[in-house]
């Protein structure tokens, strides 16, 4: 089981970007996938999650109009796309797999990062004023 993540990069306040995150060694249907990121000197903070059927979607209040993620079965990618990007979103960016098929969550339980047991190595996304 491998996720590999990409697309980050240095954007300007207000910018956009999309983060790509491939799996392999598994079908997505089966696996909701979860976007966090960790700033420095920051806990890691969950920005969203996408269910295995891609029907539900959940955001961190902070991110909430802002990001979008999807997935695309075809390509065993999960997808975040994030426009209006501000400082403050500055951070490593990483995808996670649920530890079991079909999880259904509750409230915000989806952003702990214990449910999630094969995480992507990051991407670096940098946003300047």
């Known amino acids: 089981v491998q996720l590999q993540a990409s697309g980050g990069g240095l954007v300007q306040s207000g910018g956009s970007l999309r983060l790509s995150c491939a799996a392999s060694?598994?079908?997505?249907?089966?696996?909701?996938i979860a976007w966090f990121r960790q700033a420095p000197g920051k806990e890691r903070e969950g920005v969203a999650r996408i269910s295995s059927s891609g029907d539900s979607t959940y955001y961190a209040d902070s991110v909430k109009g802002r990001f979008t993620t999807s997935l695309d079965n075809g390509k065993n990618t999960v997808y975040l796309q994030m426009n209006s990007l501000k400082p403050e979103d500055t951070a490593v960016y990483y995808c996670?797999?649920?530890?079991?098929?079909?999880?259904?969550?509750?409230?915000?339980?989806?952003?702990?990062?214990?449910?999630?047991?094969?995480w992507g190595q990051g991407t670096l996304v940098t946003v300047s004023s």
């Open positions: 060694g598994f079908a997505l249907g089966y696996y909701a």
């Open positions: 996670a797999r649920d530890r079991l098929t079909f999880r259904r969550v509750y409230g915000s339980s989806w952003s702990t990062p214990e449910l999630y047991n094969y």
